[in-house]
Structures are given as C-alpha cells and as structure tokens.
C-alpha cells in the first residue's frame, strides 16, 4: 500500500483544517467578544475592571481601618493609665502595620492586569490574523516588547510566599561583601 | 551619626496607604517633620529644594523608580552623602545587591513593622 496521499483524501485533510481553523476562530473571537450569551460581561477588559474595582473598595476600607487605629493611637496617649495606654497605643500600631497588606495585594493585581491585558491584545491579534471581526469596543494596539526603564529587568513585584526572603535573609546579604 | 528628631524626612511611595502608613510609624517614633512625594521624578524635585536629613523611599513606581532616583541622589554632590533608606516588596536577591552597589544605606522588605523601621535607622544614625 503507498504511503502517498490520494487527491480525494489530500482534499479532506485539507477541509478538516480548514473546519478546524473556523472552530478555533469562533472560539478565540468569543473571548474577545464584550458578553457572553447570557449578557453578563466575561470577557478580558471586564475582568481588568473587576480588578481595578477590588482595589478601589480595598484601598477605601484600608484608609478607614487606618483613621481608626489613628484615633485610638491618639486617645491611647490621653489615657490616665499610662500602661494600659502604652499596651493600647501598640496594638493601634499593629493594625498600621498590617495595613500594608494594601499595598501588597496591590501590587499583585496590577501584575494580574497587566497579563490579562498582554493576553487580550494578543488574542485580538490572532483574531485579526485568522481574518475575524471584533467589536469596535476591543482595541487592539500592538504588543510593546521594548524596555521601558533601566531597571525594568529588576522589578518583579512581591515575592511568592516560598521564594520571598525574610528580613533577616536580606539584613544578611545586605551586610554581606 | 547621631540622630536629630526634628530633622525632614521624605518619605516616597506610590501607594498613599504605604505613605500614611510610614508617616504614623515615624510619628510613634517621634520623627514629625515629613513630607511625602509619589515618585522618583516628584522626589527627585523637592529633594533639590529642600535639605532633608533623610529618605525613605520605595522601589517600584512610574514614572522614575526609587532605583532611578537613589542613583540621581547619589550622583548629585549636594546629596550624595544624605541616607536614603529602601522600602520595597522587590526583594529578590539581584534587586538588594543592585541597591547596595548604587549606595542605598539599608534596604527593608514590605511588610513590615516598627521595630524594623527603628533598627534600620537606629543601623543608620545610631541608637535612640
């Protein structure tokens, strides 16, 4: 039996590529698209505002927690009881110091925008590429590779909790040679 | 060195939680005289203007970084000897190394608490 492919069966292989292609173009289009079939918005520029929005009300509520922990450090100073004031006035510290969960989490959200904006713009792409239409809603501007600050190579954000050093890890690097 | 209380500080971060937060731990400290500026390229400006005693300064803002404004700091004659102490969640090894070799006096990692805070600037001017 030979190996070459007949016209018949090069003509069918060349159809299911073809079917594939279609089917995978509906599929990327529909991530692209501002709702799904329910109506809800799902899609990628949504979930960017979903997140600038968790970081809104986050930061809202941090700035509340913080004028509270201020009026109790400062009537922890007016106390009559000086210990009692002292041991109030640090926990008050405390709660500044968490606080900067804020800030932190913050920074994670805006790495997580940042990938699902670079996901977008490249689907958008590839929709253009495989000949579809998007919504005059989804922009699609072109992929910046370039560097944009000299230390762009060294800001990787927060740390995941099992590579993140201590502050007694970098007290040691820092004061090392 | 030894630490003078009044002395100005500025304190530099993009988030405002960061800065209020930084501000109250100072205050508990007994430092009081702060201002604050949200990017290298703002503190870079009231750096010139002003003989501050001190800089607490985060890393990773737009558009100049606090690495970019360390490295104007101690390249300017007038600054270059003013302690400029990093807060920053960059804490991978490159980052600190790369801070120490442009002149950063001490580098603390977010979060973090007081008694960081204090043994920082007490490893900078001293006990107090």
Known sequence: MSDKLTVEQLE???????????????????????????????????AAIELTEVVRH????????????????????????????????????????ACSFQDITGQRIKKVMST??????????????LGGDLPDSVKIASIDTGKRRADEDLLNGPQLGKDKPSQADVDKLFSSN | MAINKAMPI?????????LRIVRGLLNQLGFNNIDEATDGTMAWDMVQKKPYGLIVS???????SGFEFLKLVRTNPNTKQLPFIMVTAESKTENIIAAKQAGVSNYIVKPFNAQTLKQKLEAVFGAF
């Open chain 1, 12 to 46: 069918t292989e060349i159809k299911k590529i073809a079917q594939f292609i279609a089917e995978a173009k509906l599929e990327i289009v529909a991530i692209s698209l501002p709702e799904d079939k329910s109506g809800n918005d799902k899609n990628l520029s949504n």
């Open chain 1, 58 to 97: 986050t930061e809202e509520a941090t700035n509340t927690i913080m004028d509270k922990a201020e009026a109790i450090m400062l009537m922890a100073g007016e106390l009559a009881d000086s210990n009692a004031g002292a041991a109030l006035g640090e926990h008050a510290v405390g709660i500044l110091e």
């Open chain 1, 116 to 129: 699902l904006e670079q996901i977008e713009l490249r689907v958008g792409r590839l929709v253009k590429l």
């Open chain 2, 10 to 18: 500025l304190i530099v971060d993009d988030y405002k939680t960061m």
């Open chain 2, 58 to 64: 985060d890393w990773n803002m737009e558009p100049m």
